[in-house]
């Protein structure tokens, strides 16, 4: 993909108002003086040099494409935790959220959304332009996608997180990111087809309604349940012949629901 073409994200940045007072730049929040000190330099002072850290492990680990690189290490990732997790926020490692939830580690993110940018028709040069994430959780990955991808639309069946997302988002002013309560196992048919539809939440099986709300060219990802009972990312292709169906790594998701509450 030319730099041209990648989804304004340089334009994007310029357009968050970097610099002082913003909200992407923004410095963290001090620590409490007594607080443990997992991460020794930056953090505290400085939460760009932190994530650049964090990008240069991501890259170590086998995240090859640059916009996710530049997307992770773009987006405050601190300001979706609690204030008493701020300091675990840029290792590798899943956190609570509340409601008995997590945010996945950011390997994780950067690898599901490095899978989705391969969908069929990014690989011929285009741009994902709309995507569903199911379980929104705490905004951080539909965050993260919103600079990469051209509209991002995230289900959440919690109204308390639903709530807390929006709180937490709304700071950033991400102007392509639509949230929405409901229950993602429906898909969401009012925004469908999808170029792209990216699950944060493990189900027994492949929802009918995703494959259904795929774009031909489209790619799904998804942890699902499989045979063995164990969890693995499952990655599906819709091209003009149907759907193209792998099976990758295992993973560890909350359970996918059904229902709001
Ligand atoms: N991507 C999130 C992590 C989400 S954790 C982030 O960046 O924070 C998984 C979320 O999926 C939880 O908030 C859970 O409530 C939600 N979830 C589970 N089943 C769901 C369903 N059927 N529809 C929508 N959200 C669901």
């Given at each position: 993909m030319s730099p041209s073409r990648r989804p304004g994200f340089p334009a994007r940045l310029g357009g968050?108002?970097?610099?002082?007072?913003s909200a992407l730049t923004a410095p963290m929040p001090t620590r409490a003086p007594q607080a443990p000190t997992?991460?020794?330099?930056?953090l505290g002072l400085d939460s760009a040099a932190v994530r650049q850290r964090m990008t240069q492990r991501l890259a170590q680990a086998g995240i090859a494409r640059a916009d996710v690189l530049q997307a992770m290490g773009t987006v405050p990732r601190h300001r979706f935790v609690d204030t008493a997790l701020v300091t675990q926020a840029y290792e590798e490692t899943s956190l609570p959220i509340g409601w008995g939830q997590t945010i996945s580690k950011p390997a994780v993110v950067a690898r599901m959304i490095e899978l989705l940018l391969g969908a069929p028709c990014v690989q011929s040069g285009g741009q994902l332009a709309r995507v569903l994430e199911i379980g929104t959780g705490c905004g951080y990955q539909a965050a993260v996608l919103s600079l990469l991808v051209r509209e991002v639309y995230t289900i959440e069946r919690l109204r308390a997180m639903h709530e807390r997302a929006r709180e937490r988002l709304r700071p950033l002013r991400l102007a392509n990111v639509h949230l929405i309560l409901g229950d993602g196992t429906l898909g969401y048919a009012a925004g469908a087809p999808y170029a792209g539809i990216i699950a944060a939440a493990g189900g027994q099986q492949l929802p009918g309604a995703w494959c259904e709300q795929l774009a031909v060219g489209g790619r799904l990802v998804a942890p699902i349940v499989g045979a063995d009972g164990a969890q693995a990312l499952q990655v599906v292709d819709r091209t003009a012949q149907g759907y193209a169906h792998s099976v990758l790594e295992a993973v560890h998701f909350v359970p996918l629901k059904s229902g709001i509450a």
């Open positions: 968050l108002k970097a610099g002082a007072g997992p991460v020794p330099q930056g």
